[in-house]
Each structure stands twice: as structure tokens, then as C-alpha cells.
């Protein structure tokens, strides 16, 4: 006989904890640091703030022994408003909990990448998460947690409030099994593009062995923080349709599609209604299921929805993404397209591409940097619909870029639902929407180049037509005077001063974005000392 | 006998050089000094530029011109090159030296204007030739090659050194090479009733032997080949400063006949220049019917020459039925034959009987 037992989220996941990309234990620590990051990055730029984000990896017990995998203590600490200490145990001891029920452009989307962070520490170590976190600067509250993954609920072991040294932000410090030496690579890729994309941020990492690496915020500059929105019809399946019902407090049809539904007013929602066949005024929670079925299958057809505003999206935007450019790769030429923004299944998104070439850190050959929400992706990048574009769509030779030029496309697509191909968010799907603007935008950048290296191939045959003229003309005018028998020469050089002038005022920019980088070094690396004595 | 003067001294050549050297300085000059990029431009050599004129009986350059500018920078070396040549060759007539093509080819290098290989500085020599209208002889740039004079001539040396001093062109038994001495010399004196142009020095040294020179007045000429520019030069001037007229005996085969073609109408390599040519000039043999009709001994033609006739067919300085009816021989018996092929009828045979039956056509001339 065979029984059916409901299993918890957190079971769940346990069981299935490769789909959430913990996979092993190099991927696992990968993966637990960028979930942690985000977390943290969001919850700053949400609220306004610079973030400051301090991440260091200690291995647990004898350092010097080396055998992989072993345990590791993660800390990731940031400078965000902090969480309510109410709401903490359940952030981060219950899975699918958090603030990002809403539809608005986030890092996570599922709400559970710190607690998968969590729940994949507390199997592999047994040991409790520790929250430190701060809204007021004042106090400071410490919470150590274990899961119930049966019950998917938290299991508070210590609560405590200290005084806070005058800062806000959340401190977490989680004890799981990783390997280091295999995810090193990865972790180091995550942190550079993190910086390429998170150009505002300050960025310090202390791995294992003690090494620092820090990236320095180079611009002020935040994107404007996302503004939630409702469901777009068009987005609706009927799963979530029977949820919203569920929760529901309206009484008519019609006042439910116009508060649940995102940009439908009255008269869209009378003339919806019609097309669908369903009174206005029933009331939402006397639809039976097949009239549920139906209206779901209508809001898919219905051809007469406004396509979703981009009010909630936060595209990283050209000065943002530019300087990172500049401070990560110092690049000879760069330029960022901003696409304007588009919809695909009713959730909209958006498409930036910046394309980097030449410089002093770039090597030959074609790179792809992908980027979804700000957050890099480094798995499976052939699986990518922008590797797709790159290699099957663009005929480079039309652009006159040779194979072997250093060349790096940065492609980012922010949208409220960004559709991963499966839960460990690595890559993401050909929707022919999003791939129509990845392609429109790598078409643009490409053409940029090709005239920056135009007119720089003209600004290079230029400066070989001045040297040429220094080595002959002073000849001509040499052999012109002694046939022509005059005493001085003849007055030759105005000529190729002349060309002098005309090369500059032609001189390609080589930045499409200008921004100052750089700043106060010696301050941060004090602070960077301060907070690594202070979390140690 | 004439003593008539010749109209081109070595004096009133090099003026007119010089006046041409220092107007082309003027011009780079003066563009220079008001910020323009000096050019020249110039008759096209190109083949397509290269037409036979009738009246003249030999090739000239049309009309299309080309310009080379210092502007362009595929133009601005050879440009210099060019200047740099007039330079030298201005400095060639004012010191009253001679200099060879290979001379010019090594003397760039010293002025940074080096040329790639001997072609490229015989290339642009020839441009000086087009742009000046005179032939490198003119400012003093003579080929290697040499060919001989030997006859009853008195010459009048014009080159420094040697200015007024006479030569009896009979004195050496070998033949006087022609120079640049030679040919700038003034003709003075002669006995001799005609020319004679012969491509081979085995004949020409046999004719001496033979006494030619006396026994039919002539003045012998060894072209050495295809005869340079200075030889055809100095066979213009016979013809026209002395009255005397030209016979061409060369082999029996198209390369020959092209040698008496060209003393005859010049070559397309000249197109740009005149006083080359001596139209009047008589091909005297040995023909391809001289083969058939002195049943010379030969050699079959290979495949190289038959082309070469083909090609001489299609040249319009070969339109003369004479000429054509020869080429048409050729084909016909396929056969070829030397100067030196006479000899099977004793050595003199070539002096005592088939020149002076040949003579007979000069004289219908």
C-alpha cells in the first residue's frame, strides 16, 4: 500500500538541494556566499544605502590541514537597515519567508536563498546560524537557530541584545561543510563581476588563507531602488490565480481584477469580464473551478491588457555599469546600450549590454560576462540565451571584429520574473522576446566599435601619413631648393602641421562613459582593517 | 662630304636640361613654399597609352597623363626618388660627368632615397626621361651595354677634357666603343657614302677584315644586339647631319628583323622620346626568302620565335607588305638562319657577293 505524506518546504528542499545549485560541496560554499551577498546587497539597495558588504571564509578547526571538504565558518556582514528583530527567526530559519512576495526586481526570487544557505549548513555541520543584526544602530540583536525541516519552522537556541557600535546592518555567520581549493575560482569570479555590475558597492572578501581582496565603490551613484507591482494578467497561471482568490477581501469580479491586477482599470476589466464570459459582480470566491480554469485561460488571450511598466525595474544604467568598466577591466574602448524596456509573458524586462575592448586586463579572444537582476552568472554558459545570440545570431564579420580581438560583452537582464531555466539560477532561457532585445543590443554595441576602431584604423593611417611626410618632405624640399638654385628652404613643415591638427580634432573617444574613478584608498583599506578586527 | 654642324651641341643640350631641371625646382619650390603638396604630371606609359603614329613611323604616348603628387602617400616616395634624380642628374650635367643606371641605382642610397632593386631606379628614370622630354643621354645617365663605330669619321670631342680634340674613327682596327663621348662629339669630317648597322661583332670584325669601309665607303656599326638608345642615337644623326644612308643586316629570324624594326621606328619603350628613329633606314637582310634563295644552312624555328612572329604580325610598324611578306616566309619554311651562315661559301662570300646585291636595294631607297 502506498502512503502520501505532505512534505514541508524545507524537507523539500533538503531532499532536493542540488535544484537550489548545492550541488557539491565547492558549489555549495559558492553558492551560500552569493546567497548571502544578495541578501545583503538587496536589503541595501532597497533602503538607500552605499552598501558595504564584508564577507570572509575561515576554515574550521586546524587551518593548515588541507584535506577538502572540510567545514568552513562564512560571515557575510553588510551596512543595510537591518531586519526587525521580529521577523528574523523566521527569515532566516523558514523556508519561503522573506520580503519578496511582491512583484518587483530583485536578487532571490524564490525567498529562500539564505535559508537554503542556512537549512545546507545546518545538515552538513549541525551546527546554528548566527544572526547579529541592527535597525537602529543602538542595540543590536544576536539570534542562534537551527531548522525544524519537518515542520519547516525555526528553533531559536539563543536570543540576546547587545549595544550596537552606532551601525546598522545584519551580520550572518554560518558553519557548512565546502571546499575551498575547487570553488576559489568561482567565488573570485563572483566578487570581480559583482564589482563590474555593483559599481556603488564596497566589496571586501578575507578567504581561508587570509588573503584580502577589496573593491572599492567608484561612484555614488544608486540604481533608484524598484517599485513593487501587481501580477500582470499575462503572468498568471492558475495556481497563483487561486491564491490571489484565496486571499482575496473584495466583493465583485470586476474589484478584484482592478486591486490584483497590474495597470487594469474599470473599463479593461468590464470588457475582460465580457470577453471571458463571467459576471461582473460575482463575487471572486464563488467562482468554481472550472470558471477559475477558464477566466485564467481568458487572461492569457485577452489581447487588450496595457503590456506592464518598467516602473519596476532597476536597470544598472550606463553611468553605473560604465564604471565599473573602468575600475574592473580599464578598457580602451567601452560603451553600454540601455534597451528600453519590453515584456515577455506579461512580466516586463529589460536588456543592458555593454561591450569592452582592448585595455590592459582583457585577453584576446571573445568574452561573455552574463548578468540577470545584477547577480553573475558563471555556470552553464552555452545553456545561456546570450551565449546563444553571441554564437549562432551576430555575424561578427560584419563588424569587422576578428575572432582573436579582446573583446567582452557584458549582457544584464533585469526583469520582475527572470526566467532561469531551473532553480540554481545559472542560466537563462531563449524567450524569443528576450533574446530579440540580447540581439538588438549586442547589434548596437558591435556597431559602436566598429566605428571606434574605424576611425582609429584612420587616426592610425593618419599618424603613418605624418611620419611619412616627416621622412620625405624635408627630401623634396632639400632637392626642390638646390634645383631651383634659392638659398633657404622652402618653408615645407606648415604642411604636415596642418595634418597634425586636422588628426586631433578627428581623435575617436575611446570612453563612452565618463566617470571619475578612484578616490579615498587609504581611508578604506583603515576601514577594511577595522571591520576585519571587528568580525574576526 | 659634309662638315655640316650638328643642332645639337653638347652645349645647347645641356641649357635646355638645365632650363628644364631648374623650372621642375622652381615649381616643387614654390608649392612648397605656399603650403600646396608639389606634384608633377606626365605622359602615361601605360600599354594603352602607347599608339603608333603614322607620320612620325614610330610609337608614341597618347594623351592620358598621370600625376604624381607628394600629397598622396603612395606617391610622396617615388615622388622624391624622382626629384632626387633630377638633383643628381642636374649635378651630372653642371660637372659635366657621366653616370650609368647602375651608378644611380647605388647613388640614392646616399641621399636616403634609396631605390628596392635596379628596376625600380631604371623605372624612374624613364618617368625623368617623360617629364623632361629628353632621353637620360641628355642629363648624362648612359646604359652599360656598348656597342662599336669603325669607319673613315673624324670626331670632335665636346666632353671636358677632351674639348676640340679630333679622332679618326678608322684608328682602331676593333672599333671605337659608343659612349657618352662619342656620342656627344661633333661629327667633322668622312669620306663615307653610307652606313652600315650590323647586330653581331663576328661580322662586324669581318667586315673590317674584309675592308668594307673602303671598298663600299661605309661606316660600320656594331649594335651588339638590339642596339641602345646612344647607338640609334648616333645613327639619327649620321643620317641627318651627314646625309649618309642606313642598311641593317641582322639574323636571319623575328629577333633580327626587329632589330632593323627598331633602329627603323623606334620601340615602345621609347614611345616618350623622339631622335631615335631613322625611318629611311634599310633592312638589308639577311631575310627569311635569303634562306630559300642562298639555301643557307638553318635551324629549325622553336616555339618562342613562331610567337614572336605572330606578335610582330599583329604590330602595325610591320604593315609594309615587304615586312609582312618576310614574317609570312618565316612561318612558311619554319626555318631560321645567321649572319655567320654564309660562311659554308667561304669567308668573304658574305662581302663579295651577297652585300653587294643587297647594296642595290639601298640605292632604290
Not at chain 1, 579572444?365 to 553571441?390: H, Q, T, W
Not at chain 1, 531551473?422 to 543590443?441: H, L, M, S, W
Not at chain 2, 622620346?273 to 642562298?294: E, F, N, Q
Request: glycine share 6%; charged share 25%; proline share 5%.
Amino acid at each position: 500500500m502506498v502512503t502520501f505524506s505532505e512534505i514541508s518546504p524545507s524537507e523539500f528542499f533538503y531532499r532536493n538541494r542540488d535544484l537550489a545549485g548545492f550541488t557539491n560541496p565547492a558549489r555549495a560554499l559558492y553558492m551560500a556566499v552569493r546567497e548571502l551577498v544578495e541578501n545583503s546587497l538587496d536589503a541595501c539597495e532597497l533602503a538607500g544605502v552605499l552598501p558595504d558588504i564584508y564577507v570572509r571564509i575561515v576554515a574550521d578547526g586546524n587551518a593548515a590541514e588541507s584535506s577538502e571538504p572540510r567545514a568552513y565558518r562564512l560571515t557575510v556582514a553588510d551596512n543595510g537597515p537591518g531586519v526587525d528583530p521580529h521577523h528574523v527567526p523566521r527569515a532566516f530559519g523558514k523556508v519561503f519567508y522573506g520580503s519578496k512576495y511582491v512583484l518587483r526586481q530583485s536578487r532571490g526570487m524564490f525567498g529562500m536563498g539564505g535559508t537554503m544557505a542556512v537549512l545546507y549548513g545546518q545538515i552538513t555541520t549541525n551546527k546554528p546560524v548566527k544572526v547579529t543584526t541592527s535597525t537602529d544602530g543602538k542595540s543590536k540583536h544576536i539570534f542562534e537557530m537551527l531548522i525544524d525541516i519537518g515542520e519547516n519552522k525555526p528553533i531559536i537556541l539563543r536570543r540576546d541584545t547587545e549595544e550596537a557600535n552606532g551601525r546598522t546592518g545584519t551580520r550572518v555567520d554560518i558553519m557548512l561543510e565546502g571546499d575551498f581549493t575547487r570553488s576559489a575560482q568561482k567565488i573570485n569570479d563572483y566578487f570581480k563581476q559583482t564589482a563590474l555590475v555593483g559599481s556603488y558597492a564596497n566589496l571586501t572578501f578575507v578567504d581561508p588563507i587570509g588573503r584580502i581582496s577589496t573593491y572599492e565603490r567608484a561612484t555614488e551613484a544608486l540604481p533608484p531602488p524598484p517599485k513593487e507591482t501587481l501580477p500582470h494578467p499575462h503572468g498568471v497561471d492558475v495556481e497563483a490565480f487561486k491564491r490571489m482568490v484565496k486571499l482575496n477581501e473584495e466583493k465583485t469580479l470586476k474589484r478584484f481584477m482592478t486591486t490584483h491586477f497590474h495597470r487594469i482599470g474599470d473599463r479593461t476589466a468590464v470588457k475582460f469580464l465580457e470577453f471571458a464570459g463571467i459576471k461582473p459582480d460575482l463575487a471572486p470566491e464563488k467562482l468554481t473551478n472550472e470558471q477559475a480554469v477558464t477566466m485564467v485561460d481568458a487572461l492569457q488571450r485577452f489581447q487588450e491588457f496595457l503590456p506592464p511598466d518598467s516602473s519596476c525595474l532597476s536597470p544598472v544604467g550606463e553611468q553605473i555599469l560604465g564604471t565599473g568598466i573602468l575600475k574592473e577591466l580599464d578598457p580602451e574602448f567601452s560603451t553600454v546600450v540601455v534597451r528600453p524596456p519590453s515584456s515577455y509573458s506579461g512580466f516586463p524586462f529589460l536588456v543592458e549590454v555593454g561591450l569592452v575592448y582592448g585595455g590592459k586586463t582583457l585577453e584576446p579572444g571573445r568574452k561573455l560576462f552574463r548578468f540577470a537582476n545584477r547577480i553573475p552568472l558563471l555556470y552553464d554558459e552555452s545553456s545561456d540565451v546570450s551565449f546563444k545570440v553571441l554564437n549562432e545570431e551576430i555575424d561578427w564579420r560584419r563588424y569587422h571584429v576578428p575572432d582573436e580581438a579582446p573583446v567582452a560583452i557584458i549582457t544584464h537582464i533585469c526583469s520582475t520574473k527572470v526566467p532561469y531555466k531551473t532553480v540554481g539560477k545559472e542560466y537563462i532561457a531563449d524567450r524569443p522576446e528576450i533574446e530579440a532585445e540580447i540581439r538588438n543590443a549586442v547589434r548596437e554595441v558591435l556597431r559602436r566599435l566598429s566605428l571606434y576602431l574605424s576611425k582609429k584604423g584612420s587616426m592610425e593611417a593618419v599618424q603613418r601619413k605624418i611620419n611619412i611626410y616627416g621622412k620625405y618632405l624635408p627630401l623634396i624640399a632639400k632637392f626642390s631648393q638646390e634645383l631651383a638654385g634659392e638659398k633657404r628652404l622652402p618653408k615645407y613643415k606648415q604642411l604636415i602641421q596642418e595634418e597634425q591638427e586636422a588628426t586631433v580634432a578627428e581623435a575617436p573617444e575611446a570612453q563612452q562613459v565618463t566617470v571619475e574613478v578612484g578616490g579615498k584608498e587609504s581611508t578604506t583599506s583603515q576601514s577594511e582593517q577595522a571591520k576585519i578586527e571587528d568580525y574576526s | 662630304m659634309s662638315k655640316q654642324k650638328s643642332k645639337t651641341t653638347a652645349e645647347a643640350r645641356k641649357e635646355r636640361v638645365e632650363k628644364v631641371l631648374n623650372e621642375l625646382g622652381h615649381q616643387v619650390y614654390n608649392d612648397l613654399d605656399g603650403s600646396r603638396f608639389p606634384s608633377v604630371t606626365f605622359a602615361s606609359r601605360s600599354v594603352s597609352n602607347i599608339v603608333y603614329d603614322k607620320k612620325l613611323q614610330q610609337f608614341i604616348l597618347g594623351s592620358s597623363t598621370v600625376k604624381r603628387s607628394a600629397g598622396n602617400i603612395k606617391h610622396i616616395r617615388p615622388f622624391t626618388q624622382l626629384l632626387w634624380l633630377a638633383y643628381f642628374s642636374r649635378k651630372l650635367v653642371d660637372e659635366k660627368k657621366t653616370s650609368t643606371l647602375r651608378d644611380v641605382y647605388y647613388s640614392a642610397q646616399a641621399f636616403d632615397v634609396e631605390f628596392q632593386d635596379q628596376a625600380e631606379s631604371d623605372e624612374l628614370i624613364t618617368d625623368l626621361e617623360v617629364l623632361l622630354g629628353s632621353a637620360r643621354e641628355e642629363f648624362n645617365v648612359f646604359p652599360e651595354e656598348r656597342s662599336a663605330i669603325f669607319g673613315n669619321l673624324t670626331v670632335e670631342y665636346t666632353v671636358p677634357g677632351y674639348e676640340g680634340k679630333k679622332l679618326d674613327l678608322s684608328s682602331h682596327p676593333d672599333g671605337m666603343m659608343i659612349g657618352p663621348a662619342l656620342t656627344t662629339a661633333e661629327f667633322r669630317d668622312t669620306d663615307a657614302e653610307m652606313v652600315l648597322a650590323i647586330e653581331k661583332g663576328g661580322l662586324f670584325t669581318r667586315f673590317i677584315e674584309e675592308k668594307v669601309h673602303e671598298k663600299y665607303k661605309a661606316i660600320l656599326i656594331n649594335c651588339a644586339g638590339q642596339p641602345p638608345r646612344s647607338t640609334r642615337y648616333l645613327l639619327r644623326r649620321l643620317h641627318q647631319e651627314m646625309k649618309l644612308p642606313i642598311g641593317i643586316l641582322c639574323d636571319a629570324d623575328p629577333w633580327g628583323a626587329h632589330i632593323a624594326m627598331v633602329i627603323k621606328s623606334g620601340s615602345a619603350g621609347a614611345a616618350h622620346l623622339r631622335d631615335l628613329t631613322t625611318p629611311s633606314g634599310v633592312w638589308l637582310g639577311v631575310w627569311a626568302s635569303d634562306i630559300v634563295k642562298y639555301k643557307l644552312p638553318s635551324d629549325p624555328l622553336t616555339e618562342i620565335d613562331i610567337k614572336r612572329i605572330y606578335e610582330l604580325k599583329a604590330d602595325p610598324r610591320y604593315k609594309d607588305k615587304m615586312w609582312h611578306d618576310e614574317l609570312d616566309t618565316f612561318l612558311k619554311i619554319k626555318k631560321k638562319s645567321e649572319q655567320e651562315a654564309f660562311s659554308r661559301y667561304g669567308l668573304s662570300y658574305i662581302v663579295d657577293t651577297y652585300l653587294p646585291m643587297k647594296l642595290e636595294l639601298m640605292k632604290n631607297a
